[in-house]
């Protein structure tokens, strides 16, 4: 079954991960432990790709997976390409229906 448990967030900045790492791997740290006690979390997906660099230190601290939304959204784009599937045309992200342009030449 496939299911999000909970969303946590914390109070760091973008400008704090680079700058306060301790503080980072402290804060996510804390929240992780949260989710897995409180939320019965089975793994930890990090929602700012400032906390990249972070992943496998937390991981080796709480004793879960973590992924990094970034690398993992990166990784699924290269398995598309890899494996030539696309997305869908048919509702969302159809082509958009031809219309008349007014006012600009076209070339």
């Keep these: 079954m496939q299911k999000c448990v909970s ?3 914390t ?3 973008v400008l704090e991960c680079a700058e306060k790492p301790e503080k ?6 804390n929240e992780s432990r949260k989710a897995i006690e409180e939320d019965e979390a089975e793994a930890i997906c990090l929602g700012c790709s400032g906390m990249a660099n ?4 937390l991981e080796n601290v709480i004793g879960v997976p973590v992924f990094d939304g970034v690398v993992a959204a990166v990784k ?3 398995a598309m390409v890899d494996l030539k599937r696309y997305t869908s045309k048919v509702l969302t992200y159809k082509y ?8 600009y030449p076209i070339k």
């Design 7 to 9: 969303i946590r967030t």
């Design 11 to 13: 109070r760091l900045t």
């Design 24 to 29: 980072v791997i402290e804060e996510l740290t």
């Design 54 to 57: 972070f992943a496998a230190e």
């Design 76 to 78: 699924i784009a290269e």
């Design 96 to 103: 958009p229906e031809k219309k008349e342009y007014k006012g």
